[in-house]
């Protein structure tokens, strides 16, 4: 069965980074994108970043450019997400999701479970 | 900026149909796909391409769209529908996925 599998829960302090983790297992991990996506508490949806496993530039929504870096790793079926410079609103559960396009089949079938990364110091 | 818009919340008494629009800035051709998420879980897809289910989505929930809105309506309300739902498409224009800011739904 499809299954995105994401690291634990984080605790950051302000100026540090963080690298999250999505483990895909159970399809064809060149086959789909994946989306990174963060919800803040009590706030709603908010999409960070796409990557396609099978190669070319990540790209990121502008509010995160220069700060999120997304990377694959094909021997392993695992897609990173990372964040820089971090600050307490960037407290927040992120989720990895995947699409089958990217302009059309772009729905999010499967989901991660969801990361905590809470920054405090 | 591409702009989503639902309102924040929507009541619904058990049995009734509960209607959550999602009003888009611009009239694009870009298919609009509904998210369910319940509290502490991660969201799961319940409408894609506008008016399509997932397998084990009940038929009850269904999509449609209107030039610029789109709608997921719900049929016999349950109780466990009750869940923040999201609006979501991918603007071609500017490369981006954008999603709606949420509606919650609560059944009386």
């Known amino acids: 069965q499809v299954q995105l599998v994401q690291s634990g829960p984080e605790v950051k302090k302000p100026g540090a980074s963080v690298k999250v983790s999505c483990k895909a297992s159970g399809y064809t991990f060149m086959s789909y994108y994946i989306h990174w996506v963060r919800q803040a508490p009590g706030q709603g949806l908010e999409w960070m970043g796409i990557i396609n496993p099978s190669g070319g530039r990540p790209d990121y929504t502008q509010k995160f450019q220069g700060r999120v870096t997304i990377t694959r790793d094909t021997s392993t079926s695992t897609v990173y997400m990372e964040l820089s410079s971090l600050r307490s609103e960037d407290t927040a559960v992120y989720y990895c999701?995947?699409?089958?396009?990217?302009?059309?089949?772009?729905?999010?079938?499967?989901w991660g479970q969801g990361t905590l990364v809470t920054v405090s110091s | 900026s591409y702009v989503l818009t639902q309102p924040p919340s929507v009541s619904v008494a058990p049995g009734q149909t509960a209607s959550i629009t999602c009003e888009r800035k611009?009239?694009?051709?870009?298919?609009v796909h509904w998210y369910q998420q319940k509290p502490g879980l991660a969201p799961i897809l319940v409408v894609y391409d506008d008016s399509d289910r997932p397998s084990g989505i009940p038929e009850r929930m269904s999509g449609s769209r209107y030039g610029s809105r789109a709608i997921l309506t719900i049929s016999r309300v349950e109780a466990g529908d009750e869940a923040d739902y999201y609006c979501?498409?991918?603007?071609?224009?500017?490369?981006?996925?954008?999603f709606g800011g949420g509606t919650k739904l609560s059944v009386l």
């Open positions: 611009s009239i694009g051709s870009e298919s």
């Open positions: 979501q498409v991918w603007d071609s224009s500017s490369d981006q996925m954008v």
């Open positions: 999701a995947r699409s089958l396009g990217k302009y059309s089949s772009s729905s999010f079938d499967y």
